[in-house]
């Protein structure tokens, strides 16, 4: 592969032949100059690995931080942080409403570019207040994906000819669903309705590397950096011109020194590109444990960049389970029981709204956005009807909870969700009266609250088969996947979720649990002959394992594509029995999926996996580059 360098970049030649569009001068030069944060990005992650090894080895759980100490790059201390002595920025129009958002790429894998283009279309025509366009979680990395992302957006905003032709198609599709589903159409001129929703990015988190652009030493370079950078560049004149703000969802941000790692980089990129300071806006996904414990101080490190929060469920789940992998006594139960009302979910939530609840020094309150609605209505009359039941009672507990708007993974739910934010018809729910956060110890141990709930044999065999299938679509390019258990292919009564990095990865960590920890199951299972207060073993893990993908090997293509079978899915399962059976966890399932994208040869996986596992086994260093550049692995 021949290289191009451009003083602190490396990255393939051909790129610039391929995206010339998004990788022109202007945006290549914003990006040279931000790769200088790339050793900064390096050292925090390191910084995190020691913290991860740290409270393992001495088994301590997370506290809160000094009240008298300094938030590490900023001049604010954790007590004016608490006290709201600091300047947040207000909340701009386009913000202010954001009943429904939803959530998605705006590609596809391996498609012409009319058809991975759509994805664009749905987005802007679903009547969602705001779209926020995923780089991360649910967008595939396989080939050139992220920057097949950007392509499409930068089109689309600037109202390509191509683009404008398929919204005019799309709004006919959408309009036809809508007029058997709802019995009314959801668009009247599909030019207007493209200007209606804010559009929103979601860079790589900082514990990710580009698969394309390396820095100037041939070490791996930060994807939050390559993302947010080439996102801005491309975009902010277009979408400033229309009058809509510069909007970012930072993700897996783990305390407010990250936080402000992230203001810095904000702050430099605005003056590389000539923007008014805090131009750009974020929400913060807060999908860390260990960043609910620094939640007011990562509100004020962001400062004036800051918006608000939004929970998010899944991720959230898997950081405690991780935080917590050196207690014996920390088991998590089936993961259907694991709801925003649980235990410490309940608790986390409970933060948040007090957290954008408490006013600057300006008197500004911030945004609470809900997590996310998986369901997708698709399948029977009375599947289609309980599944959308559930949605809406998870809608009206989180609007009554003080949330300002939720999430959803399908633009079919816009419709099916909006009504409960229209009944009340208030914009948000800022400056809402919660309690004050306190910081006492029972603040922190709530943050790790175990309740009695179910650990089943049936949810064992949910999580792995997940967890196989989402690790084969990942492979395929779907990081955004309508999954369901193999035991329920076919029936329509049970509706596909659509499962991102985050339901994978929480997945694994809770299978790791039960195995390493001795989780009990709480009721017999006759299929199995296991019963109520038995341990779940390493051998019933393997049973397990090797029964659900049996049921993948002979499952529909519409479930399993066929090709997969003999490619990528014996891979994805070499993954599972991996991480399960290594005795020091494995911090992100993404990690073992990124070491083996576009590699279907299951000896070269082998070898990967076991690469790997071993540096982190001995190191608690991950591997996080791209392999295909690393031949001395």
């Not at 988190?205 to 994807?223: C, P, T, V």
């Not at 800051?306 to 006594?329: E, K, P, Q």
């Not at 993404?590 to 996996?609: A, F, H, T, V």
């Amino acid at each position: 592969m021949s290289e191009s360098a451009t003083n602190r970049l490396l990255y393939p030649s051909e790129l610039l032949e391929n995206y010339p569009d998004v990788l022109d001068t202007p945006a290549l030069n914003a990006l040279n100059s931000l790769a200088a944060f790339n050793e900064e990005r390096n050292s925090l992650m390191e910084k995190r690995n020691r913290r991860r090894r740290q409270r393992f080895e001495d088994q301590e759980r997370i506290t809160f931080l000094d009240d008298d100490a300094i938030i590490a790059g900023t001049d604010i201390t954790v007590a004016d942080a608490r006290a709201g002595n600091f300047c947040g920025p207000t909340i701009p129009p386009d913000l202010k409403r954001q009943w429904i958002q939803g959530t998605g790429p705006g590609t596809r894998p391996g498609a012409p570019l009319e058809n991975s283009i759509r994805n664009v279309a749905y987005a802007l025509l679903s009547g969602a207040d705001g779209w926020m366009f995923d780089g991360e979680d649910a967008l595939g990395q396989v080939k050139t994906m992220s920057l097949d992302n950007l392509r499409n957006l930068k089109l689309a905003f600037h109202n390509a000819p191509l683009f404008l032709t398929v919204a005019e198609t799309v709004s006919h599709e959408m309009n036809r669903w809508a007029e058997s589903f709802l019995g009314r159409t959801i668009i009247d001129d599909w030019q207007e309705q493209l200007k209606f929703t804010t559009k929103i990015f979601r860079p790589r988190g900082l514990h990710l590397d580009d698969r394309h652009f390396r820095g100037e030493n041939g070490q791996g370079l930060s994807a939050s950096i390559v993302d947010t950078t080439l996102y801005i560049s491309n975009n902010y004149s277009e979408l400033q011109k229309n009058g809509s703000s510069l909007v970012l969802y930072l993700p897996k941000i783990q305390t407010a020194e990250e936080a402000a790692f992230w203001k810095k980089l904000l702050d430099a990129l605005e003056a590389v590109l000539g923007l008014k300071h805090n131009s750009i806006l974020v929400y913060v996904l807060l999908e860390q444990v260990e960043a609910t414990f620094q939640i007011m101080e990562i509100r004020a490190a962001l400062g004036g960049h800051f918006v608000g929060f939004n929970t998010g469920r899944w991720d959230y789940i898997n950081s405690v389970a991780d935080a917590m992998a050196w207690d014996t006594n920390f088991i998590n139960p089936n993961i259907e029981a694991i709801t925003m009302t649980y235990g410490y979910m309940r608790n986390y939530e409970d933060r948040v709204r007090r957290c954008v609840n408490t006013p600057d020094k300006n008197g500004n309150c911030a945004l609470f956005q809900g997590g996310m609605e998986p369901n997708i209505p698709v399948g029977s009359k009375e599947g289609v009807e309980a599944g959308m039941k559930n949605a809406l009672a998870g809608a009206e507990r989180e609007q009554k909870a003080g949330a300002s708007g939720k999430w959803v993974a399908h633009w079919k739910m816009v419709h099916i969700i909006r009504p409960v934010w229209e009944k009340v018809g208030e914009n948000n729910q800022l400056g809402r009266s919660f309690p004050e956060l306190e910081y006492l110890q029972k603040d922190a141990d709530d943050l790790f609250l175990l309740e009695e709930a179910p650990r089943t044999i049936r949810g064992a065999r949910n999580l792995l088969s997940v967890a196989l299938q989402y690790g084969n679509a990942f492979s395929q390019g779907f990081q955004a996947a309508a999954l369901k258990p193999g035991d329920f292919f076919g029936n329509d009564d049970i509706l596909y979720l659509m499962e991102d990095m985050a339901t994978g990865e929480i997945r694994m960590s809770i299978l790791w649990e039960w195995v390493h920890k001795g989780g009990v199951l709480t009721e017999e299972d006759p299929e199995t002959g296991l019963k109520k207060g038995q341990v779940f073993t390493n051998e019933i893990f393997e049973r397990l394992l090797e029964e659900e993908y049996e049921k993948l090997l002979k499952a529909d293509s519409r479930d399993v594509h066929e090709a997969s079978k003999t490619t990528s899915l014996p891979i994805i399962y070499e993954m599972v029995k991996d991480y399960i059976n290594e005795n020091v966890k494995i911090p992100w399932y993404i990690d073992l999926l990124n070491i083996n994208l576009n590699n279907d040869d299951l000896s070269e996986g082998k070898r990967r996996i076991a690469v790997y596992s071993k540096s982190f086994r001995e190191t608690g260093q991950r591997i996080t580059e791209n392999l295909d550049y690393m031949t001395d692995l």
